[in-house]
């Protein structure tokens, strides 16, 4: 004890303040170091937590994010196929369309053409009446006779039969 008295240490003094010190090392540790390593340790989950829960979420994120796009491509397709079917159906409607208006384009020309055809027969007809008229009465001057309307009638009706 002669030594650390000459250092000018006191040794009850110094046994005091270890015993303070490891008391208040203990107290330090019950109240502080083990309560703030506790909150550590639950920031610490609550941070792996996190973590993990926005990993969870980036994951669903991207799930549904491959789901949309498969909707929007099961949908794009869809639309596709519609728009195909609308353009067959409008070509197919267009192919009737030009079928109907060749047709009666066909029966306009077929009606004028026998129409044209009753005309012809009808001016030919009417021709031939005149020609056998004025045969007639060429031939009447060149006989000299008068022939009567029936006989005119039954000669005109010969000529347009093409029996004279």
């Known amino acids: 004890m ?34 703030v390593l506790n909150l550590l340790d639950e920031r610490r989950r609550r941070i792996e937590e996190g973590l993990k829960a926005a990993e969870l979420a980036r994951e669903e994120a991207a799930r549904q994010r491959a789901e949309l796009e498969k909707q929007l491509e099961e949908e794009r397709r869809q639309a596709q196929a519609r728009i195909a079917e609308i353009t067959r159906q409008a070509d197919q409607l267009r192919e009737q369309i030009l ?24 001016i030919l007809q009417e021709a031939r009446k ?4 004025l045969a007639l ?26 029996e004279l």
Do not use: S
């Open 137 to 162: 009465v060429i031939a009447q001057k060149v006989v000299g006779e008068t022939l009567d309307t029936q006989k005119q009638h039954q000669i005109i009706q010969k000529f347009l039969a093409g």
């Open 99 to 122: 079928a109907e208006a060749r047709a009666e384009a066909e029966r306009i020309i077929a009606a004028a053409r026998e129409e044209a055809e009753r005309e012809r027969e009808r």
């Open 2 to 35: 002669g030594a650390l008295t000459n250092l000018g240490i006191n040794l009850n003094f110094l046994i005091t303040q270890i015993i303070h010190f490891l008391i208040l090392m203990w107290l330090l540790k019950k109240f502080v170091y083990t309560p």
């Open 130 to 133: 005149q020609v056998a008229e």
